[in-house]
């Protein structure tokens, strides 16, 4: 399957009990949140930095780093990591990930990808393997699930937790049409937002124990995130109809929207992959001249994009059925040409 060996896990967990300060530097999805969540709770040390200027982590964050004060830097779920950033840090790095394997030195790097190309394993996945605390099974749950894997564990999952997923179903019914769904875009949506409120969220999550905290508001840090969870998501349906309004017959669907809006290209995209299995979806946010791109689909189409980027200012890739990019503006038609012609081949 490719995920962490016995040995590897045995390392990440000794090296997590003897940090004194370590810092979680982690991708600003429900995957990258709930690696963080599942490592940080094992010994409840260290602090977080939420990474939103995706895919590079690059020299330009080290001054950012030094206030932290950390023994142990731990990379979760990013992408691409700069060698200069590696270096500067001056620390020992852990650098944890499932995207397309990248070569530095002086890392202790982990890719189930580097022994199985086609592996697809979520970082949450790999921190529940080294986490095991049966108790946040509903993190790891929720973080597979934000990144389209049915994990092997589910029916535990089943049977601990049926108020949020009754029985074994395919995946996009499961992830998009049960309440386990309201779960999994929890951990995207806190993220969103003002920093001081996502901030707050974030630390009042290390806290939680139960989802019906949340979901029930059996708690008054449960009451507080489903409010915020609940704000956001308003937002999140009334653009999620705004796009289902303008699908059409043609193959590739592709949906504008501007920076006016907070952003949900991700979410967007993979709802309406699981509404419309046939299609391609492209949900592109202008913001600074550029189009913020997510593309999805239930069929592979990153040699489609990779082509499509050629020529084009700008940049993109990421899993087979699930990319993203960042084109120029003016650059932004010529690319779907490009991307629909080879979509054909």
Same mark, same amino acid.
């Given at each position: 399957?490719?995920?962490?060996?016995?040995?590897?896990?045995?390392?990440?967990?000794?090296?997590?009990?003897?940090?004194?300060?370590?810092?979680?530097?982690?991708d600003?999805?429900?995957?990258?949140?709930?690696?963080?969540?599942?490592?940080?709770?094992?010994?409840?040390?260290?602090?977080?930095?939420?990474?939103?200027?995706?895919?590079?982590?690059?020299?330009?964050?080290?001054?950012?780093?030094?206030?932290?004060?950390?023994?142990?830097?731990?990379?979760?779920?990013?992408?691409?990591?700069?060698?200069?950033?590696?270096?500067?840090?001056?620390?020992?790095v852990?650098?944890?990930?499932?995207?397309?394997?990248?070569?530095?030195?002086?890392v202790?790097?982990?890719?189930?990808r580097?022994?199985?190309?086609?592996?697809?394993?979520?970082?949450?996945?790999?921190?529940?393997?080294?986490?095991?605390?049966?108790?946040?099974?509903?993190?790891?749950?929720?973080?597979?699930?934000?990144?389209?894997?049915?994990?092997?564990?589910?029916?535990?999952?089943?049977?601990?937790?049926?108020?949020y997923? +009754?029985?074994?179903?395919?995946?996009?019914?499961?992830?998009?049409?049960?309440?386990?769904? +309201?779960?999994?875009?929890?951990?995207?949506?806190?993220?969103?937002?003002?920093?001081?409120?996502?901030?707050k969220?974030?630390?009042?999550?290390?806290?939680?124990?139960?989802?019906?905290?949340?979901?029930?508001?059996?708690?008054?840090?449960?009451?507080?995130?489903?409010?915020?969870?609940?704000?956001i998501?308003?937002?999140?349906?009334?653009?999620?109809?705004?796009?289902?309004?303008?699908?059409?017959?043609?193959?590739?669907?592709?949906?504008?929207?501007?920076?006016?809006?907070?952003?949900?290209?991700?979410n967007?995209?993979?709802?309406?992959?699981?509404?419309?299995?046939?299609?391609?979806v492209?949900?592109?946010?202008?913001?600074?001249?550029?189009?913020?791109?997510?593309?999805?689909?239930?069929?592979?189409?990153?040699?489609?994009?990779?082509?499509?980027?050629?020529?084009?200012?700008?940049?993109?890739?990421?899993?087979?059925?699930?990319?993203?990019?960042?084109?120029?503006?003016?650059?932004?038609?010529?690319?779907?040409?490009?991307? +629909?012609?080879?979509?054909?081949?």
């Open positions: 399957m490719g995920m962490l060996t016995q040995k590897q896990v045995q390392f990440l967990r000794e090296e997590l009990q003897t940090a004194q300060n370590p810092l979680f530097i982690h600003g999805d429900g995957d990258g949140l709930c690696s963080f969540l599942l490592l940080y709770r094992i010994n409840r040390e260290g602090k977080n930095f939420i990474f939103k200027a995706a895919p590079k982590l690059d020299a330009s964050f080290l001054e950012k780093m030094k206030g932290y004060h950390a023994d142990k830097v731990f990379i979760l779920d990013i992408p691409m990591v700069d060698q200069e950033f590696i270096d500067g840090l001056k620390r020992p852990f650098w944890i990930d499932h995207h397309e394997p990248q070569k530095r030195d002086n202790h790097y982990f890719n189930p580097i022994n199985n190309p086609d592996a697809y394993i979520p970082t949450t996945y790999m921190a529940y393997q080294i986490s095991q605390k049966k108790e946040d099974l509903w993190l790891a749950t929720a973080g597979c699930f934000a990144d389209y894997m049915d994990p092997d564990f589910l029916p535990e999952f089943i049977e601990r937790y049926p108020q997923l +009754k029985k074994h179903e395919a995946l996009p019914t499961m992830i998009f049409k049960r309440p386990i769904s +309201k779960l999994v875009k929890l951990f995207f949506f806190l993220l969103k937002g003002p920093t001081s409120e996502i901030r969220s974030v630390k009042v999550l290390t806290r939680i124990e139960h989802p019906d905290e949340i979901f029930k508001e059996t708690t008054s840090q449960g009451k507080f995130l489903h409010k915020r969870f609940e704000k998501n308003a937002k999140y349906q009334e653009l999620l109809t705004l796009a289902r309004k303008q699908v059409t017959r043609s193959k590739v669907f592709v949906f504008y929207y501007t920076d006016t809006h907070w952003s949900f290209t991700a967007i995209a993979n709802e309406l992959t699981a509404l419309y299995p046939k299609k391609v492209i949900i592109a946010r202008e913001k600074s001249g550029e189009m913020k791109c997510s593309l999805r689909a239930q069929f592979p189409i990153v040699t489609a994009l990779k082509k499509a980027l050629e020529g084009v200012e700008g940049y993109g890739g990421g899993h087979p059925n699930a990319c993203g990019a960042v084109i120029k503006k003016e650059d932004f038609e010529q690319f779907l040409t490009v991307f +629909k012609k080879e979509l054909k081949k």
